[in-house]
């Protein structure tokens, strides 16, 4: 089975950067981002095709966070700019090893996860 290990969290002031970053064990199709606040559900941030070609954004982070990833490398990253304190949550890297064909953004599409990188940021 794939497995995905992230890193890159951490504690940041609101204006500020991070890149959240995670290696897959083998193949994947699509891959993405998702967050989750303690009392909400997991929603999605970014996913990425296998090709890269198709790119969603959850509207909240539109123009800010970039998500990119490397297939010779099995990783994808999300670049995190302007930072707010709205973004605070745990971040957790998806990746779907099923279907070659589409790509979702809700979480029951993906069954790779990974164990979740925490992102705070300080107003």
């Known amino acids: 089975q794939v497995q995905l290990v992230e890193s890159g969290g951490g504690l940041v002031q609101a204006g500020g950067s991070l890149t959240l970053s995670c290696a897959a064990s083998?193949?994947?199709?699509?891959m993405g981002w998702f967050r989750q606040v303690p009392g909400r559900e997991r929603a999605y941030v970014a996913v990425?095709?296998?090709?890269?070609?198709?790119?969603y954004y959850a509207d909240s982070v539109k123009g800010r966070f970039t998500i990119s990833r490397d297939n010779a490398k099995n990783t994808v990253s999300l670049q995190m700019n302007s930072l707010k304190p709205e973004d605070t949550a745990v971040y957790y890297c998806a990746a779907d090893t099923t279907t070659a064909q589409a790509m979702g953004t809700v979480p029951a599409w993906y069954d790779r996860w990974g164990q979740g990188t925490q992102v705070t940021v300080s107003s």
């Open positions: 083998g193949r994947t199709f699509a």
């Open positions: 990425i095709s296998w090709s890269g070609d198709t790119i």
